[in-house]
């Protein structure tokens, strides 16, 4: 059965950081892209961040773009997304999902196209 386990959320103050991890098992997912979206209280849940395995292609959405990074490692089928100059709004909860297609040319950024989701995971950003 495809997991994927999200952890490494909490509590962080403004301007601080927190790194999310995303494990992933039961099956390969190398040749699929990855993603982190979130959801915010009273909000649609929104595109974060998507990239393959490799880490040769990386899509940020606008609001984090230059201060998340998502890393994987191969090695332990885990995605990371450091998370710095936290911003109250931030906060929400934090899934990985994986894409339905493998190989897909032009990397999705677009939720429906994502059929395996994590539990989710709190990040709470204090002003």
């Known amino acids: 059965q495809a997991q994927l386990v999200e952890s490494g959320g909490g509590l962080a103050q403004a301007g601080g950081s927190l790194r999310l991890s995303c494990a992933a098992s039961?099956?390969?997912?190398?040749?699929?892209?990855m993603g982190w979206f979130r959801q915010a209280p009273g909000k649609e849940r929104e595109f974060v961040v998507a990239m393959n395995w490799s880490g040769g292609s990386t899509y940020y959405s606008d609001s984090v773009k230059g201060r998340f990074t998502s890393t994987t490692d191969n090695t332990k089928n885990t995605v990371y997304l450091q998370m710095n100059s936290l911003k109250p709004e931030d906060t929400a909860v934090y899934y990985c999902?994986?894409?339905?297609?493998?190989?897909?040319?032009?990397?999705?950024?677009?939720?429906?196209?994502?059929?395996?989701w994590g539990q989710g995971t709190q990040v709470t950003v204090s002003s």
């Open positions: 999902a994986t894409d339905r297609q493998p190989l897909r040319v032009v990397i999705s950024t677009t939720q429906s196209d994502y059929n395996y």
């Open positions: 039961g099956r390969t997912f190398s040749n699929r892209a």
